[in-house]
């Protein structure tokens, strides 16, 4: 039972490409999030899901979006970065309401 | 929307001593409250969790109440040690979203 995998760990991007962070899950968890996670600034919701085909924005979505095809996959899409997007990236997932919720390792992204 | 707040700035204690951070909530509804602790490098882990009104979630000598009168669930521990040391966040589900305080550093010396 892996929980939540994220990839890659680590990235440096230069400003204007793009890239995608991967997220998946094998515990057939409905609702799925991405977080960002700024020094001093908690945890900013980017975008989060409630079951496949479903998405919505959360506190801080611009400059990124999200798809959700599947149950066990919920990809977070980065176009043409900027460096206030350098950050660490968390992906969560879990049944909901009084359940626990499952982080990945994170992504730590810096745009150069 | 639903949110969390925690008081500010890192907190520094001794080996031993008694912990307490706070953490107040705003929401529609009767959100279930959770903190979340965080070790250097590393994804947030459950700690505790509450789901209603005067329930008590408790878990490695830390304890929280849910307290709906004062919309607070703040967090205790009553003698710390220094592999406490983490950054700890208080959550909330609501909405469909989990949503998080800003955390706190927590630096055990010993």
């Known amino acids: 039972n892996a929980g939540v995998t994220q990839t890659p760990k680590f990235r440096i991007l230069k400003i204007g490409q793009s890239m995608t962070l991967q997220c998946t899950q094998d515990?057939?968890?409905?609702?799925m999030y991405w977080y960002r996670q700024d020094p001093g600034m908690g945890l900013k919701l980017i975008y989060y899901?409630?079951?496949?085909?479903?998405?919505d924005k959360g506190e801080v979505p611009n400059g990124y979006n999200v798809s959700r095809s599947t149950t066990e996959d919920f990809p977070l899409r980065l176009e043409l970065v900027a460096p206030s997007q350098t950050s660490v990236y968390f992906c969560?997932?879990?049944?909901?309401?009084?359940?626990?919720?499952?982080f990945g390792q994170g992504t730590r992204l810096t745009v150069v | 929307g639903d949110s969390v707040t925690q008081m500010e700035g890192p907190v520094t204690l001794s080996e031993e001593a008694f912990l307490t951070i706070n953490c107040t909530y705003t929401?529609?509804?009767?959100?279930?409250l959770f903190w979340y602790v965080q070790y250097p490098g590393e994804g947030l882990q459950l700690l505790l969790k509450a789901t209603k009104a005067d329930d008590k979630g408790s878990n490695k000598g830390f304890e929280a109440t849910y307290r709906k009168e004062t919309t607070s669930f703040h967090l205790e521990k009553g003698s710390v040690q220094v592999s406490d040391s983490a950054v700890y966040f208080c959550?909330?589900?609501?909405?469909?979203?989990?949503?998080f305080g800003k955390g706190n550093q927590v630096v055990v010396i010993p």
């Open positions: 959550a909330l589900f609501g909405n469909n979203r989990l949503a």
């Open positions: 515990m057939n968890h409905n609702y």
């Open positions: 899901s409630v079951g496949a085909g479903i998405t």
């Open positions: 969560a997932s879990t049944w909901g309401v009084d359940t626990e919720a499952f």
């Open positions: 929401a529609t509804g009767y959100p279930s």
